[in-house]
C-alpha cells in the first residue's frame, strides 16, 4: 500500500502529500478520490507539498491516489 497520494485543487494545481502530513494519522484508511481536503501548503526536500492535511466534507481540495 502506497503512503502518499496527491490533492488536486479545482484550478488544477496538485500538491504531494505523505501519510505522515495527516493530521490524524488514523484517517488514511479513509481516505479515497474526490474525498475534499484542508491543507497547508509548505515544502520538503522535493518542493512544494501539502501539509497538516485533513479530511473536510465541505472543503474544494479533491483527493487523487
Known sequence: ????????MENGD????????L?????WE???NG???LF????NHQGTCAIDVAIDPEGS???ST
Open 1 to 8: 500500500q502506497r503512503a502518499f497520494a496527491f490533492i488536486e
Open 14 to 21: 496538485s500538491f504531494f502529500f505523505h501519510r505522515n502530513a
Open 23 to 27: 493530521t490524524h494519522l488514523e484517517q
Open 30 to 32: 479513509y481516505l479515497s
Open 35 to 37: 474525498l475534499s481536503v
Open 40 to 43: 497547508a501548503i509548505g515544502r
Open 61 to 63: 481540495a479533491c483527493l
